[in-house]
């Protein structure tokens, strides 16, 4: 069951969450993705989204021929679409992906989802968080327009701070101007 | 590009008060090539056995401190016909005419246990004068590094009739680790590089903190909760505290008000980012932008009436300036390519920014009406200028090439003279440059 989306937005969901201990969160299964800190560190807990870290590492992704398993959706629908330079227009490769995530999170109800928005590092640093922000939230727009409930979406940037590719030319470019829809469980009661 | 510079470094020369009264010793510039004023810094006088390390030590930091300014050039002892090995003793002028030493520095430091004084005189030597008077400073040996920095800083401003800035620190993001997992912390170091401390450690990413006027307090982002939120940071305590902003979440780009009552950010809703002002003794907030576009970056103008800021509103990255209420913005910047991180200068007249075209990024400064732009570096990625105390110098990040790039910190003149890097082990980003201390 989910948690309300008023807790989402207002801060608590962690709280709430943690109270059931019953958060997961879940991250990406490529290596350069499962950084300990990458919702955070093991901070003073004071927002949604400080997922503990421990618990991702731990994390149970499924199996990778379980359709309901969020591995299955970071490897078999696709946990991210791409953007052109100075962008956060949806290519139709990108549209096909989330169609697909949208299906995903519409069938597996017990989940909810952080978008991360990402740019290259062609670009000033707050610049590329509010380019972030675009990206993410043109995902979200997306999933909400396939049914996806808004109130288990919520949108981040980390700007040009996480790249995953780190040479300095269009070919790493390409793949760090991105957003990933990370999946978390909601709640395993 | 001469011209201009040479007017600009006449300016800086002639309009002190200190010149106006004190002839010959000035900054001489032959067509915009300025040639350093050469002084000369006997080792100060060691009043007391338990002194002379630190008079020597004391002594070199003052000499680094003017040379580093590229204004100025050491004339090295072995030059000396006259030693003046002693405070008290009178100037033998034409020994020090006789090297074209112009300027003096003498000196005299007291050590008792942990306690020191140092004393200090400048001679303008073709004058053949005393230029201001002498001048004591007192405090602890551990901090015999501010002393010199005072010293250098009363010499600087006597000759060139404007405040230093020797004695001032930078707050800055140190950094470790690769670029596909760069560990960030908080750090404050002096304006040289020296005494650094870590302020937080580097568990989750922190970015661009910024001084408050009077160097108590650092604002920054942070994503300790995986959104990025804004905190303010005592440096004394080291204690920290989350601001709470319009809304409350995904803040970024702080920048305090000159009385560090009021913070200027960005907060992001669904995909648009615009401006707001949250005050923090009544945590009142307001809006000061309302556009479907990035609006960031926001400094205020020295007097507190206007807000400089970037907005892609016409399709790129431009300067815009606002009034500190908000309102209908104007478009300082028109020349080609994308300008972002504006920042104005304490002396109010100038705005520097980071311009990115034609695959190169580069540190300018134009007037608060955009004309006059000057370009003064270019690299592959140099990125956030902050302003010096007295708005002569900025610090900027410079991040090198490729997958082992790295960051570090530069300063360089506003006349685009005198870039040098800042000497920090370790990678450096972001750096605000604090107040002159008092």
Known sequence: ?189 | MLKRLTILMMALVLSGPALAQSGPLRLVITDGVIEPLPFAVPTFEAENGEAVQVASDISRLVAQDLSGTGLFREVPASAFISQHSSFAQTVVYPDWRAINAQALITGAVFVSGNQMTVKFRLYDVFSGAELGGGLQFAGTVDGWRRMGHKVADAAYSRITGESGYFDSRVVFVAEAGPKDNRQKRLAVMDYDGANLKYLTDSGSIVLAPRFSPSGDRVLYTSFESGFPRINVLDVASVGRQQITTADGEMAFSPRFSNDGRQVIYSLANGGNTDIYRTDLVTGANSRLTEAPSIETAPSFSPDGSQIVFESDRSGSQQLYIMSASGGEPRRISFGEGRYGTPVWSPRGDLVAFTKQNAGRFHIGVMRTDGSEERLLTASFLDEGPTWSPNGRVLMFMRETQGAGGTSSLYSVDISGRNLKPVPIQGGASDPSWGPLQP
């Open chain 1, 1 to 189: 069951m989910l948690m309300s989306s008023q807790k989402s937005r207002n801060g608590n969901l962690r709280m709430n969450m943690l109270t059931k201990a019953a958060l997961i969160g879940l991250v990406l299964t490529t290596a350069a993705c499962t950084r300990p800190d990458r919702f955070g560190g093991a901070g003073d807990g004071a927002g949604a989204g400080a997922f503990d870290p421990n618990a991702a590492a731990n994390a149970n992704l499924g199996g990778a021929n379980d359709p309901t398993s969020p591995l299955f959706f970071n490897q078999t629908i696709g946990d991210r679409v791409l953007f052109a330079v100075d962008t956060s227009t949806l290519t139709e490769q990108g549209k096909q992906i989330l169609t697909g995530q949208a299906r995903w999170l519409l069938a597996n109800a017990d989940y909810l989802a952080i978008i991360e928005g990402h740019a290259d590092e062609v670009g000033t640093r707050e610049y590329n968080i509010g380019l972030g922000f675009r990206r993410a939230n043109a995902v979200r727009e997306f999933l909400v327009s396939q049914g996806v409930p808004s109130d288990r979406l919520r949108v981040t940037s980390y700007g040009k701070e996480r790249p995953i590719e780190i040479c300095s030319d269009e070919s790493c470019y390409a793949k760090n101007r991105r957003a990933v829809t990370v999946i978390s469980i909601a709640s395993l009661s």
